[in-house]
């Protein structure tokens, strides 16, 4: 008599075709001054990143560098953070960044160049409904919803389209990420609002079928991470 099957839990298996996406956060960018704004670009904010984003870019750097997952491509925004922050990984990896347009961040309108944050912090009545209805089209002039979602989507389904079997990076920003998740999971707000500055998030994409494996992994961030590796 044959001895019985057993049939042992296995770790999760890319589908064929598809593309693992490693959304980062950009690093920590520079500070809002009251009564005047960040850099611009076409009309949206374009800061620099401030001295502890600089530190957290090499620290991302070196977590995706040493996790011995080849990278086939890094792509990043129009915005210069998202620039900055790829270098060290790009320069370790011998890869130049590929500009995906589709992944900049949500136009806020009036609020650009750093207004958002200032009246966030205010608790500007707008504000607090923008964050209580996961809204941002709520804030004057700012991008409606349904058009970021649009191009949100196309910009993940590019990359995707463009690497089936393959591992890549996207440097971009915190109401992307956010609303890349609420693509795949059919979430409804900000449920995914709210990603860390230099965090990783996981997405596995083919075609309309999105796998979200992890969302702000900061454990890179951390000193013991720092020390171990």
């Known amino acids: 008599m044959s001895e019985p099957r057993e049939f042992r839990q296995g770790r999760f298996t890319r589908l064929p075709g598809a593309t693992e996406i490693l959304l980062v956060r950009h690093g920590e960018s520079q500070a809002h001054v009251e009564g005047e704004l960040l850099p611009m670009l076409d009309g949206q904010g374009d800061p620099a ?72 912090a205010d608790g500007h009545p707008i504000g607090q409904r923008v964050m209580a209805e996961g809204r941002w089209d709520l804030i004057p002039g700012a991008e409606p919803g349904h058009e970021f979602e649009a191009r949100v989507r196309r910009g993940i389904s590019s990359i995707a389209g463009r690497h089936p ?18 693509i795949a999971t059919g979430a409804r707000g900000f449920a995914f609002i709210g990603a860390d500055n230099a965090s990783i998030t996981h997405l596995v994409v083919l075609g309309d079928h999105w796998i979200v494996r992890c969302f702000n992994d900061t454990s890179h961030l951390h000193p013991t991470f720092t020390r171990s590796a």
């Open 165 to 182: 079997d393959q591992t890549v990076v996207a440097v971009v920003h915190g109401g992307v990420i956010g609303m890349a998740l609420t």
């Open 49 to 120: 990143l401030h001295p502890e984003g600089v530190v957290q870019a090499e620290q991302t750097a070196h977590r995706l560098a040493t996790t011995g997952e080849p990278i086939s491509a890094i792509y990043v925004t129009t915005l210069r953070r998202t620039h900055q922050t790829a270098a060290p990984l790009a320069q370790r990896l011998g890869i130049e960044p590929i500009v995906e347009p589709d992944l900049r961040e949500v136009f806020l309108g009036e609020w650009e160049g750093g207004v958002f944050r200032q009246q966030l």
